[in-house]
């Protein structure tokens, strides 16, 4: 059984940082492709970066770049997304996700989510 669990949401004031972790189980990943997306009350839910386990890969939504950094331990298969500079826009759920593919619409495996919350 496929398990991705996310950790390390919060409250934060504006300009701060946040650490969330995805601790993967449940199959190998070495060939997925590990994604971070978010969803904010009252709105879609948006990519925001993503590895490819194999080889580190990554690739960023504009509205992160240079503030966030995501990143993978293959002994813990852990996938981390480290969130500095934050906005009060960056507040939502944050989601860890795997897929096969680059494409949006392949990430079959999803955690339940961890909250960020940015205040002002």
């Known amino acids: 059984q496929v398990q991705l669990v996310e950790s390390g949401g919060g409250l934060v004031q504006a300009g701060g940082s946040l650490r969330l972790s995805c601790a993967a189980s449940g199959r190998t990943f070495s060939d997925y492709f590990m994604g971070w997306f978010r969803q904010a009350p009252g709105k879609e839910r948006e990519f925001v970066a993503r590895i490819k386990w194999s080889d580190s890969n990554t690739y960023y939504a504009d509205a992160v770049k240079g503030r966030f950094t995501i990143f993978r331990d293959i002994v813990k298969k852990t996938v981390y997304l480290q969130m500095n500079s934050l906005e009060p826009e960056d507040t939502a759920a944050y989601y860890c996700?795997?897929?096969?593919?680059?494409?949006?619409?392949?990430?079959?495996?999803w955690g339940h989510g961890t909250q960020v919350t940015v205040s002002s």
């Open positions: 996700a795997a897929s096969p593919t680059e494409r949006y619409v392949d990430y079959r495996y």
